[in-house]
């Protein structure tokens, strides 16, 4: 998508303010509409990063309790759609894919023909920034009212003119989860629930039992998951630290750790596994979904502000998350359970081991046993490519035995 990104930037830039007075449906107050004749409504986040994709999670299900009957769908790109799917809250889950060549004349007819399937009602969630696809998929949705946010105008134009519907933008700084809500807010739809969802099915569950038992994961045991990677390397705490505290758990607490990295970060996970003193389960080469599955059986989560911190929130595990020049207030997943950990310079490296040790231990209360019986000798783990090959073999084997 990076060639239409381009070509989308510079006709924002350049000439979207003369489409303006065509494209205008002019403005309609919330009191006119008759919100229990809406039977169809769908929600266009086609964003490409995973927690802002989360972070929308809540609107989901403030809709769906307040339209209980309704048909609700989600357009969302290929790479997020797959949160999606199964979800509790909705009914469909459309696909915008990511890349030119993924398109296909079969995949073109399944998203026009989806667009055009009679929705009454099409919420853009424009929050974090303002895609000019997100408005033009809203607009050929034929959707009698389309609402979005008031937020981030494009260079030139009056408003935000493809919504006929336009919700107040709030300048105090609040999460972003609120900042979706406050968009379907200006219909008087809200939820007491304002943390991100994703349901996970059963095969997934006995996929992450399966993997647990297979490393000799007893139920009881305290399992802590580490995640060292970002994509924003600002936003990454030091790989030593993190081996710091990995090994310091070890040696005081019976607990397992389970290591997990990004697909482009293979080289900072294998780092840190080279510091650690023992040898820990690793997940590497795992697709989201199984990632979530087995994140939901862990009793903790320590890793940095990136995407996957969202991913541990919507299947509800504690975690601790390392934060830098990103303010946590907008960007923490919502709940006691989740904690931030920040230095008052906003570096990550300015984070200490103790301080994210004291956050777990604060969480975790009782359940953190002080290992009685001292840790097995320092190990050497492997560091060749066996890891991903393991995993993905585990993976074959399962899916083969559950088909």
Same mark, same amino acid.
């Given at each position: 998508?990076?060639?239409? $990104?381009?070509?989308?930037?510079?006709?924002?830039?350049?000439?979207?303010?003369?489409?303006? %007075?065509?494209?205008?449906?002019?403005?309609?107050?919330?009191?006119?509409? $008759?919100?229990?004749?809406?039977?169809?409504?769908?929600?266009?986040?086609?964003?490409?990063? =995973?927690?802002?994709?989360?972070?929308?999670?809540?609107?989901?299900?403030?809709?769906?309790?307040?339209?209980?009957?309704?048909?609700?769908?989600?357009?969302?790109?290929?790479?997020?759609?797959?949160?999606?799917?199964? $979800?509790?809250?909705?009914?469909?889950?459309?696909?915008?894919?990511?890349?030119?060549?993924?398109?296909?004349?079969?995949?073109?007819?399944? *998203?026009?023909?989806?667009?055009?399937?009679?929705?009454?009602?099409?919420?853009?969630?424009?929050?974090?920034?303002?895609?000019?696809?997100?408005?033009?998929?809203?607009?050929?949705?034929?959707?009698?009212?389309?609402?979005?946010?008031?937020?981030?105008?494009?260079?030139?134009?009056?408003?935000?003119?493809?919504? $006929?519907?336009?919700?107040?933008?709030?300048?105090?700084? %609040?999460?972003?989860? @609120?900042?979706?809500?406050?968009?379907?807010?200006?219909?008087?739809?809200?939820?007491?629930?304002?943390?991100?969802?994703?349901?996970?099915?059963?095969?997934?569950?006995?996929?992450?039992?399966?993997?647990?038992?297979?490393?000799?994961?007893?139920?009881? @045991?305290?399992?802590?998951?580490?995640?060292?990677?970002?994509?924003?390397?600002?936003?990454?705490?030091?790989? @030593?630290?993190?081996?710091?505290?990995?090994?310091?758990?070890?040696?005081?607490?019976?607990?397992? *750790?389970?290591?997990?990295?990004?697909?482009?970060?293979?080289?900072?996970?294998?780092?840190?596994?080279?510091?650690?003193?023992?040898?820990?389960?690793?997940?590497?080469?795992?697709?989201?979904?199984? =990632?979530?599955?087995?994140?939901?059986?862990?009793?903790?989560?320590?890793?940095?502000?990136?995407?996957?911190?969202?991913?541990?929130?919507?299947?509800?595990?504690?975690?601790?998350?390392?934060?830098?020049?990103?303010?946590?207030?907008?960007?923490?997943?919502?709940? %006691?359970?989740?904690?931030?950990?920040?230095?008052?310079?906003?570096?990550?490296?300015?984070?200490?081991?103790?301080?994210?040790?004291?956050?777990?231990?604060?969480?975790?209360?009782?359940?953190?046993?002080?290992?009685?019986?001292?840790?097995?000798?320092? =190990?050497?783990?492997?560091?060749?490519?066996?890891?991903? @090959?393991?995993?993905?073999?585990?993976?074959?084997?399962?899916?083969?035995?559950?088909?």
């Amino acid at each position: 998508m990076k060639l239409w $990104n381009s070509i989308e930037q510079a006709f924002k830039r350049k000439w979207l303010r003369l489409f303006e %007075k065509w494209f205008d449906r002019g403005i309609v107050s919330p009191n006119l509409i $008759n919100l229990y004749a809406i039977r169809r409504i769908l929600v266009v986040r086609q964003h490409d990063q =995973l927690g802002d994709f989360l972070l929308s999670t809540p609107v989901w299900r403030a809709l769906r309790q307040f339209f209980p009957q309704a048909h609700i769908a989600v357009i969302a790109r290929t790479y997020t759609a797959e949160l999606a799917q199964h $979800n509790e809250y909705l009914n469909e889950v459309l696909v915008v894919p990511e890349k030119l060549l993924w398109w296909t004349p079969a995949k073109i007819w399944r *998203l026009f023909r989806g667009l055009r399937r009679g929705w009454d009602l099409t919420i853009v969630l424009n929050t974090v920034s303002h895609s000019l696809t997100s408005d033009l998929l809203a607009y050929f949705s034929g959707a009698r009212y389309i609402l979005g946010s008031e937020h981030r105008i494009f260079p030139g134009c009056k408003r935000n003119f493809f919504y $006929n519907l336009v919700a107040r933008c709030f300048a105090q700084a %609040k999460p972003q989860s @609120e900042r979706n809500l406050d968009i379907v807010r200006h219909l008087g739809i809200d939820t007491e629930g304002r943390g991100e969802v994703m349901t996970l099915t059963a095969q997934e569950k006995l996929f992450a039992n399966s993997f647990m038992r297979q490393h000799g994961v007893g139920e009881k @045991e305290v399992v802590i998951a580490m995640h060292p990677g970002a994509g924003k390397i600002n936003n990454r705490w030091p790989v @030593e630290k993190f081996a710091e505290l990995a090994n310091l758990l070890h040696r005081q607490y019976a607990v397992r *750790l389970i290591l997990t990295w990004g697909p482009h970060e293979k080289a900072l996970g294998l780092d840190l596994r080279r510091r650690l003193q023992f040898d820990p389960i690793v997940l590497a080469g795992m697709k989201l979904r199984q =990632l979530a599955a087995i994140l939901a059986h862990c009793d903790i989560f320590v890793c940095n502000d990136t995407g996957v911190m969202h991913l541990a929130a919507a299947v509800g595990t504690p975690l601790v998350a390392v934060f830098g020049p990103t303010d946590p207030l907008e960007w923490k997943p919502i709940g %006691k359970k989740f904690v931030a950990v920040r230095s008052q310079t906003q570096r990550c490296a300015n984070v200490t081991s103790e301080q994210v040790l004291q956050a777990i231990q604060s969480l975790l209360g009782k359940k953190l046993a002080v290992r009685r019986e001292p840790p097995d000798e320092a =190990l050497s783990p492997p560091t060749s490519d066996l890891t991903d @090959e393991d995993t993905q073999n585990f993976i074959r084997r399962f899916v083969s035995k559950t088909k």
